[in-house]
């Protein structure tokens, strides 16, 4: 049993990456990245495999009060200097403090002003403040939460840019040690430390504290939910408001992606319904999915019914390759657009959900955040081994006709139904090579690759190899794909 996450994968990733790096800058030395994207690859991968090996070890002998601490504000403390830093470096390069190429975080920003003025101008009129950002800026559901949260803030901060992200940082925090208390419970504490460590060093779990999307907000909020809908199974006793706090914080995240909001809620109910009798007991069940059908009942607009019937009464793979033909099409002749993107499709993505996406690692105009955050694709790349593997490990060990009845998955059919059913959405959709539209998912992934550390027999130390050069090739692959497409090479 590993307690740690041990050196021998963190010297091949660090190793693949750097070969990687150097082999796309070489091969492909027209097209090469900025210096400063180079380095903050390093950053990345450098700095969460070499400190996921270290701290996993260093904190072993914590407390836990003290490690729990020490967790939130190394989390908070990581976050916070990337805001700072982030604020300058975006408006040193792009002339405001905002990414690269801004659209929704622009549209964000206004919508929050615009609302922020509105609550001055009205003396703090919530009643008539809560539907405006719906009804000037056009929003859906699934867009409103975060508007009207970021107005509130911004009227709170005087509009304040640092203040919003700073309070995204102490979300991002908080998040690890939400983390930290899932696995834990779940796996154990060796995995629920590691799991956290590994959350707190994420590249892509700290990014967006830097941003004005509503990512940040919106995987707290995944989080939080997945945390106590676990405890609230597993609690020793009953309790009314524990569960009405759980179904609240799911239609809130209902104002943020509808989408994933609904998968949470067939998530917790597929848990109740297929955990063992051992986690959670009859009653309990009867009771949580009751109320949680009233309150939802109460609680459920006819625009969120619209969003959903709209999602499943259309083919959404149809949709899709409609999609991809489309954009592919639409900047073709002036280079901006891949041609290839016509042929992508769920049955393309799906054996690779869990792993994309892969890292841009060359100048391609327009992609200037996925070269920025190409170090932390490859980190996701590389954990997907341990997420896959731990899926095997929990669905398919030895005995298989004892597991599809008495197994350890029906332990943890929460997480594994949430990860799994999300990313299943991802598949069929628009989106399913965006690193964005990845991120709730990711601390999942991580807690059930931290299992599968813990779990690792050394003997299936060639199979990792074998994954971590399988990821050279895709990432010198993927680079190709990206210039060849566009008619660059």
Request: glycine share 6%; charged share 15%; net charge positive.
């Amino acid at each position: 049993m590993q307690t740690y996450f041990p050196k021998y994968f963190t010297q091949r990733a660090i190793g693949s990456y750097i070969a990687l790096l150097l082999v796309v800058s070489l091969v492909f030395m027209r097209f090469s990245m900025e210096w400063y994207f180079m380095l903050f690859g390093l950053v990345e991968v450098l700095g969460f495999f070499y400190y996921t090996n270290t701290l996993t070890r260093r904190w072993s002998a914590l407390r836990e009060r003290t490690f729990t601490r020490t967790l939130l504000w190394s989390a908070f403390t990581i976050r916070a200097v990337w805001v700072i830093f982030s604020y300058f470096f975006y408006t040193r390069m792009t002339g405001s403090p905002f990414e690269f190429s801004a659209g929704d975080a622009s549209f964000y920003h206004e919508a929050a002003q615009y609302g922020a003025q509105y609550l001055r101008d009205h003396f703090m009129d919530l009643p008539g403040y809560i539907p405006l950002v719906h009804k000037v800026f056009g929003t859906a559901i699934s867009d409103s939460g975060y508007a009207t949260y970021l107005g509130l803030v911004y009227y709170l901060s005087g509009d304040s840019i640092i203040v919003s992200r700073l309070l995204k940082a102490l979300y991002g925090a908080l998040s690890c040690v939400l983390m930290y208390r899932l696995a834990r419970r779940n796996f154990g504490e060796w995995v629920g430390r590691m799991t956290a460590v590994m959350c707190m060093l994420m590249p892509n779990l700290v990014y967006y504290c830097g941003l004005q999307l509503k990512e940040a907000e919106m995987v707290f909020l995944t989080v939080l939910f997945l945390e106590r809908a676990d405890h609230l199974m597993k609690a020793g006793q009953f309790a009314i408001v524990p569960t009405l706090v759980v179904v609240a914080v799911g239609m809130l995240l209902f104002t943020f992606r509808t989408v994933l909001a609904g998968v949470l809620f067939i998530a917790f109910f597929m848990a109740l319904i297929m955990s063992s009798t051992r986690v959670v007991k009859w009653g309990r069940r009867a009771l949580v999915i009751v109320l949680s059908l009233l309150f939802l009942g109460l609680m459920f607009s006819s625009r969120i019914e619209e969003e959903i019937t709209e999602l499943t009464s259309t083919d959404v793979i149809s949709q899709q390759q409609g999609n991809m033909q489309w954009r592919s099409q639409r900047g073709e002749s002036e280079g901006r657009n891949n041609r290839y993107i016509r042929y992508a499709s769920a049955f393309v993505f799906a054996p690779m959900i869990f792993t994309i996406p892969f890292p841009t690692m060359v100048n391609v105009p327009g992609q200037e955040n996925q070269q920025l955050l190409h170090g932390g694709n490859f980190v996701k790349n590389i954990t997907s081994f341990f997420t896959i593997l731990a899926l095997f490990l929990l669905l398919m060990p030895y005995d298989w006709r004892k597991n599809l009845l008495q197994g350890e998955w029906r332990g943890h059919v929460l997480s594994i139904a949430f990860l799994v059913g999300y990313l299943a959405v991802l598949t069929v959709s628009s989106f399913a090579h965006s690193e964005r539209f990845h991120l709730p998912s990711v601390p999942v992934a991580l807690m059930l690759a931290a299992y599968a550390v813990e779990r690792f027999n050394v003997k299936w130390r060639w199979i990792y190899t074998g994954w971590v050069i399988l990821m050279f090739v895709a990432g010198v692959a993927w680079t190709w794909f990206k210039l060849s497409g566009r008619g660059w090479v």
